[in-house]
């Protein structure tokens, strides 16, 4: 499994799917139109600012809400590599791992890195590199299965390849 390497865009605590893609736009299913909408509601240049690869650091319960498969399509669309957080709504963690977008649980990284630090994470250690300060944390790697998943790109390309 790679790692990501990227610039974050820092988010509190509690941001919903709602936020994350706003309800207004579900009416289309297609990717790129999707990323042309993530988080527009927090953050209006998100989009104009997110480059491929770049990371989402937020707090606790990350993608709570609805059960939105959209949401992390979106943000995976929009070039998003990685989202680290305190903690994740579950079935926003069960549909990232679906649509093989990595995310890590990790409490010190999601409290400690700031917005516009380079980061890397090692997604087989779980390692947490904050290149700008040289800060390294231990976050939650996946087990194998799921790693499996998001290297194939999502469930159904894993259970395709199977």
């Not at 240049?45 to 993608?63: L, R, S």
């Not at 679906?98 to 630090?117: F, M, Q, R, T």
Request: aromatic share 8%; hydrophobic share 40%; with cysteine.
């Amino acid at each position: 499994m790679q790692s990501a390497n990227g610039r974050v865009f820092k988010f509190g605590d509690n941001v919903d799917t709602d936020v994350i893609i706003p309800a207004r736009y579900l009416n289309s299913s297609d990717p790129k139109e999707l990323a042309q909408h993530c988080m527009e509601d927090i953050d209006a240049e998100f989009v104009n600012k997110v480059e491929e690869g770049d990371i989402i650091v937020a707090n606790k319960n990350f993608g709570c809400g609805s059960s939105r498969e959209h949401a992390p399509i979106a943000i995976k669309a929009a070039g998003v590599s990685c989202v680290i957080a305190d903690t994740f709504a579950r079935i926003f963690y069960r549909n990232a791992i679906n649509i093989g977008l990595p995310i890590v649980e990790c409490k010190a990284a999601a409290e400690e890195i700031s917005e516009g630090d380079q980061v890397e994470v090692d997604f087989d250690s779980g390692v947490i590199t904050d290149k700008t300060t040289g800060k390294a944390y231990q976050g939650q790697p996946f087990p194998a299965f799921m790693q499996k998943i998001i290297d194939c790109g999502g469930l159904v390309n894993y259970i395709n390849e199977k």
